[in-house]
């Protein structure tokens, strides 16, 4: 028996990828979040209904519970609301069902990052096709779609989940991006992050042990984790998204952190970065 070891980089979170590489991807408990954040099909353009209108002014009136269930029918019919997702953990939090909270900004952050991830990879016009018109469109959108995500991001963390650390590491590097969005330079020359980044570059990878507990028990599958790629070139944060007994979760976190990389880097700066790493453990 032995473990493959599987290094996944979903750009968004280029979960970050081809110019980013690696994670801004959201994963949920039970499964990778919004299909792991890979970039396809751009991601439908919401306008607020008169429901989540309704339902932010409950909330601004103080009537959490009444914000709640207005909400809530909205992502019942319509589970791709980033922004009923978003004031629904809002809503939930502050009527003091912090369970449920976590479970709505978890899906708030993963339509988000998979928002954020279309954009990123969306900045490759050519040179000659340049115009300062579209530059300014593209750079208001991607800015509306990184502090969309930091907003989520935020109420998330505030929440105190287990990997609230990882979060707040990878909301540092995402400042950064929207503080280059906003630099008056792009007012009269093209603005593409791709332009601006570099990826972390992974050096090393170690497999993960298959463990003896493992082996007797006859266990099988993968582990996922979350892993942040520090601007300091160490592995910081990581947190487990899918586990799997016998020790194997234990040996996949060892791996994980053994990892070397060189950090990546925003306008020059070294900055972390968040990605997902998948270990397949299989019997040959």
């Known amino acids: 028996m032995r473990a493959l070891l599987t290094f996944k980089a979903f750009l968004l979170a280029a979960s970050l990828s081809a110019t980013l590489s690696a994670a801004f991807a959201f994963a949920s408990r039970p499964a990778l979040a919004a299909q792991s954040g890979r970039p396809g099909r751009q991601p439908t353009v919401r306008l607020l209904s008169d429901d989540v209108e309704r339902g932010k002014k409950l909330l601004e009136a103080g009537d959490a519970e009444g914000a709640s269930k ?41 339509l988000r990052s998979k928002a954020f991830s279309f954009e990123f990879m969306n900045q490759r016009k050519p040179d000659g096709e340049w115009s300062a018109g579209d530059n300014s469109r593209l750079r208001a959108r991607f800015s509306a779609k990184t502090s969309a995500l930091i907003e989520s991001i935020e109420a998330y963390v505030a929440l105190g989940p287990e990997d609230a650390d990882l979060w707040r590491e990878w909301l540092a590097a995402l400042r950064l991006y929207a503080q280059a969005a906003a630099d008056p330079k792009f007012e009269t020359k093209p603005f593409r992050l791709a332009d601006l980044t570099t990826r972390a570059v992974i050096l090393r990878k170690p497999e993960p042990a298959y463990t003896e507990r493992a082996r007797r028990g006859g266990i099988s599958g993968d582990v996922v984790l979350r892993v942040v790629l520090g601007a300091d070139g160490k592995v910081g944060a990581v947190s487990v998204v899918k586990g799997l007994g016998g020790g194997l979760s234990e040996s996949a976190i060892k791996a994980a952190r053994a990892i070397k990389f060189t950090p990546a880097t925003v306008n020059g700066e070294s900055v972390s970065q968040l990605v997902v790493v998948e270990y397949e453990f299989y019997v040959f």
Do not use: I, M, P, T
């Not at 791709?80 to 900004?105: C, T």
């Open 70 to 110: 207005v909400l809530r029918g909205v992502v019942d019919r319509d589970k791709e609301d980033d922004v009923a997702w978003h004031y629904l953990g809002v809503a939930l939090a502050r009527a003091d069902q912090r369970n449920e909270a976590l479970k709505a900004s978890e899906k708030a952050v993963g």
